[in-house]
Structure formats: structure tokens, C-alpha cells
């Protein structure tokens, strides 16, 4: 089972950034380069939505629509990390965020996911 910790939820005003990170343990025993990694998040009463993912080479990228222009999804395989930054808030942006991989290399996608993370809270109100 490949073990994923998201860290970096918070409080943050409308308008401000929040950056959030993913570590995949090394004890994990997985290589890195061929998993897709990918943030989704559920807010109360909706269901859970795919936020972006990132290709196992890193140089494939997908969005969903709500925050394109916005976030950034990020990786580094060498530290075993994906990171989301998160730019111009929005109060529909609270959620909690999860992390999660798949297997695959150089495509991504917003859909099923085998491994996901627990999760981290985002808040965004003045």
C-alpha cells in the first residue's frame, strides 16, 4: 500500500495562498516515477472533485476547470513530494484536500485512484 501524508491545510483569508504538500514515504518501497500523483477535494454535502494531478514524469498537468489559473500542482521524485499551490482563494474553495496515486508516466487523469492520503482541511473566510 503506498502511503501518502498531505500537510499545509489551514485558515486563509479570501484572496490569499495556501501551499499544500504530499509526502510518500520512502518505507512506502514504491518508485515514485510511475505513479500519477493527484489532489481531489470534498467540501460538505458535494461530492469529491478532482483538483489536478501531475504525471509520473512530470510533464503532463490536468486542472479542473474551478481553478485553472490559479493552482499550481508541482512534484519533485527525488523528495517524494507533490505539491498544490494555491492562489487567490476563494470561500468555495474550503474543502478538505486529499492526495492521491495511481500508476501511470507521462499522461494524467481526474478519475479513479487507487491509494489516497487522509486529508487536510482548507478553510477560506474572512
Known amino acids: 500500500q503506498l502511503q501518502l501524508v498531505e500537510s499545509g491545510g489551514g485558515l486563509v483569508q479570501p484572496g490569499g495562498s495556501l501551499r499544500l504538500s504530499c509526502a510518500v514515504p520512502?518505507?512506502?518501497?514504491?518508485?515514485?516515477?510511475?505513479?500519477?500523483l493527484a489532489w481531489f477535494r470534498q467540501a460538505p454535502g458535494k461530492e469529491r472533485e478532482g483538483v489536478s494531478c501531475?504525471?509520473?514524469?512530470?510533464?503532463?498537468?490536468k486542472y479542473g476547470d474551478s481553478v485553472k489559473g490559479r493552482f499550481t500542482i508541482s512534484r519533485d521524485n527525488a523528495k517524494r513530494t507533490v505539491s498544490l499551490q494555491m492562489n487567490s482563494l476563494k470561500p468555495e474553495d474550503t474543502a478538505i484536500y486529499y492526495c492521491a496515486s495511481t500508476t501511470g508516466w507521462n499522461r494524467c487523469h481526474l478519475g479513479e485512484y487507487e491509494h489516497w492520503g487522509q486529508g487536510t482541511q482548507v478553510t477560506v473566510s474572512s
Open positions: 501531475i504525471s509520473g514524469d512530470g510533464g503532463f498537468t
Open positions: 520512502e518505507a512506502s518501497g514504491f518508485t515514485l516515477d510511475y505513479y500519477v
